[in-house]
């Protein structure tokens, strides 16, 4: 380490006050110039570390900016995929409904069967399917007994052409009329 008579060289005085030293040291070189040489100012290091600093505050503000847009994002995405499969259950149960209410199925039964069909629920199928057939097959037999006539008094000579009258039923787009004439056709023999 130097001492201040070193440090001074020419400028140095005997008994020297705080003040005649620090106007001397504003003249004289501390640090060797050459030692210097590839540094950078420290106003210029404060100045880009300031500039840097900034530059990284408003990075994490972006990237917090992104993060919160990515999650609005898929948010979003997902309340759509969640309507899109909603909207395309909805057409399945109607689809569905229209063809059970073609069916000649109620208006209940078939939105009932629809839904279990969309659903996958096949086990509410069969039964509504099989309650189904259960009342057709009711209705059926209760218009064949309606429908039948007194039997003829007698030996029974009178004969009834089934066939015929089976045929004369489809041509006339009456299915139930013909299931009635295959039925009592049955019930005659």
Known sequence: MADLKTLLGDAYKESMTLDEI???????????????????????????????ADYKRRLRE????????AAEDKDYKESLEMKVQQLEQE???????????????????????????????????FALTKQHQEGIKKTVEAELMKNM???PAGNGSQTVDY???????????????????????????
């Open 62 to 69: 972006a990237m917090s900016e992104q993060e919160r847009l």
């Open 149 to 151: 006539g007194t039997p």
């Open 91 to 125: 057409n399945k149960i109607t689809k569905f409904r229209g063809e059970y209410l073609g069916m000649g199925y109620s208006e209940e039964s078939a939105s009932k069967i629809a839904t279990a069909m969309a659903d996958g629920d096949t086990e509410t199928v």
């Open 22 to 52: 620090n106007e001397a040291l504003e003249t004289v070189s501390v640090v060797d110039e050459k030692r210097l040489d590839g540094l950078v100012p420290k106003s210029l290091l404060d100045k880009t570390c300031s500039e840097a």
């Open 163 to 189: 066939n015929k009258k089976q045929v004369a039923a489809l041509e006339a787009g009456n299915a139930q009329g013909a299931i009635l004439a295959a039925l009592e056709e049955a019930q005659a023999k």
